[in-house]
């Protein structure tokens, strides 16, 4: 079994960033079965940015890949818990302790 390959994200989610973040999301679910995502960096993100999230767990759920949330920022865990989506896109962790 190989190791999940983690993808740091720097730049928020927001509409302004949601084409190139997609490009580059779904290309690195491409290329692994286990996709960590450590959001803890994005500072902002919008319902574009949470539809990008959903978007990739539904290809990942349709390739029989894994996606999951390893870290997330205040920001991220307020707006998924917001939107009760917490069970469909895993409860976020914030910073390790």
């Keep these: 079994m190989t190791?999940?390959?983690r993808l740091v994200l720097n730049d928020d989610l927001t509409i302004y960033h949601t084409l190139?973040?997609?490009?580059r999301l779904l290309d690195a679910?491409?290329?692994?079965?286990?996709?960590?995502?450590?959001?803890l960096r994005v500072?902002?993100?919008?319902?574009?940015?949470?539809?990008?999230?959903?978007l990739?767990?539904?290809e990942a759920r349709r390739a029989g890949k894994r996606v999951?949330?390893?870290a997330a920022s205040p920001a991220v865990r307020?707006?998924?818990g917001f939107c009760n989506l917490a069970a469909e896109l895993?409860?976020?962790?914030?910073?390790a302790a």
């Excluded at 679910?29 to 450590?38: R, V």
């Excluded at 895993?90 to 910073?95: F, K, M, R």
């Design 43 to 54: 500072a902002e993100i919008d319902t574009a940015g949470l539809q990008l999230l959903l």
């Design 78 to 80: 307020a707006l998924i």
């Design 90 to 95: 895993g409860e976020p962790p914030g910073a």
């Design 29 to 39: 679910l491409a290329g692994t079965d286990d996709l960590e995502l450590d959001l």
């Design 68 to 70: 999951a949330i390893a």
């Design 20 to 23: 190139e973040q997609k490009h």
């Design 3 to 5: 190791s999940p390959r």
């Design 56 to 58: 990739l767990q539904r």
